[in-house]
Antibody, heavy 122, light 110 residues
Framework: EVQLLESGGGLVQPGGSLRLSCAAS????????MAWVRQAPGEGLGWVSA????????YYADSVKGRFTISRDSSKNTLSLQMNSLKAEDTAIYYC???????????????WGQGTLVTVSS | QSVLTQPPSASGTPGQRVTISCSGS????????VNWYQQLLGTAPKLLIY???QRPSGVPDRFSGSKSGTSASLAISGLQSEDEADYYC???????????FGGGTQLTVL
């Protein structure tokens, strides 16, 4: 059974940093791309970032480019998102997601974690 | 402002057929596969339709997807009360080199 368990969310001041982690199990982690998707309170889904199975390719939404860094550790089956220079508009539930194909034409998220809440406020 | 455009709301009575549209452009829907996600209140999203019209195992055949040019649609036939949820379309965007979502459609079963 695929399981994705996020951690690391919390309250942080504007301009601060936070690191999210996602512990993955139930599948061969290194075979699949992974992604982060966020959802601001009462709003829709927003794609944040993705990383290939090997970790060699990374992708970012324009809104987070240069501030967020996605990474993975296949020895620990862990996905991470380092978030720097946080803004109030980054406040959201952040979902860890398993991607069924390499990022691109045929990719789809087939499993989602339960999410971790990040609140950016002074 | 989402890259993919969906109606904010839709509604129907039990047993009815409803459709939800998703409008995009040549760099996303026209060029790549469309996926649909269902999000029940207070829960994580769930994959409903992938590859424009494919259903994952366990998804009832009441749900179907289609695509034509720069638009896609999700159809739900035999509407049931448990179908009340938010529905999102998504696709890869070649210009942005990233995935994009629609703004979501809140479906109400009257």
């Amino acid at each position: 059974e695929v399981q994705l368990l996020e951690s690391g969310g919390g309250l942080v001041q504007p301009g601060g940093s936070l690191r999210l982690s996602c512990a993955a199990s139930g599948f061969i982690f290194s075979n699949y791309a992974m992604a982060w998707v966020r959802q601001a309170p009462g709003e829709g889904l927003g794609w944040v970032s993705a990383i290939s199975g090997s970790g060699g390719s990374t992708y970012y939404a324009d809104s987070v480019k240069g501030r967020f860094t996605i990474s993975r550790d296949s020895s620990k089956n862990t996905l991470s998102l380092q978030m720097n220079s946080l803004k109030a508009e980054d406040t959201a539930i952040y979902y860890c997601a398993k991607v069924n194909a390499a990022p691109g034409r045929s990719s789809r998220i087939d499993y989602w974690g339960q999410g971790t809440l990040v609140t950016v406020s002074s | 402002q989402s890259v993919l455009t969906q109606p904010p709301s839709a509604s129907g009575t039990p047993g009815q057929r409803v459709t939800i549209s998703c409008s995009g452009s040549s760099s996303n829907i026209a060029a790549n596969n469309v996926n649909w996600y269902q999000q029940l209140l207070g829960t994580a999203p769930k994959l409903l339709i992938y590859g424009n019209n494919q259903r994952p195992s366990g998804v009832p055949d009441r749900f179907s997807g289609s695509k034509s040019g720069t638009s896609a649609s999700l159809a739900i036939s035999g509407l049931q009360s448990e179908d009340e949820a938010d529905y999102y379309c998504a696709a890869w965007d070649d210009s942005l080199n990233g995935a994009v979502f629609g703004g979501g459609t809140q479906l109400t079963v009257l």
